[in-house]
């Protein structure tokens, strides 16, 4: 079964950075897609970011220049690195794993809250 657990949330000034990270167990890693989303309050929940088993990274366009995704095959974690962060950057953040051929949604995290305040 698989379960994703998420940390490095917390409350940082505009300008500041932040580094989330997700654990997973109970998957394989070079067959999964691994990306992170965020919900803000009253918003419909975005894709910010994802990396293929393979490789290859998609942003959106809201983070691009600013995040960065990367993952270790070998510990099973996905991390965002956050930078610049902005107020708009306030949400709650949560990890997805998806199989490569799999026809529902994946598995999620619970989330970690990121705020962007000062």
């Known amino acids: 079964q698989v379960q994703l657990v998420e940390s490095g949330g917390g409350l940082v000034q505009p300008g500041g950075s932040l580094r989330l990270s997700c654990a997973a167990s109970?998957?394989?890693?070079?067959?999964?897609?691994m990306g992170w989303y965020r919900q803000a309050p009253g918003k419909q929940r975005e894709l910010v970011a994802a990396?293929?088993?393979?490789?290859?990274?998609n942003y959106a366009d809201s983070v691009k220049g600013r995040f960065a995704i990367s993952r270790d095959f070998a510990k099973n974690t996905v991390f965002l690195q956050m930078n610049s962060l902005k107020p708009d950057d306030t949400a709650v953040y949560l990890c997805?794993?998806?199989?490569?051929?799999?026809?529902?949604?994946?598995?999620w995290g619970q989330g970690t809250q990121v705020t962007v305040s000062s």
């Open positions: 997805n794993a998806k199989q490569r051929g799999s026809l529902t949604g994946g598995s």
């Open positions: 109970g998957i394989i890693s070079s067959i999964y897609t």
């Open positions: 990396i293929t088993s393979s490789g290859m990274i």
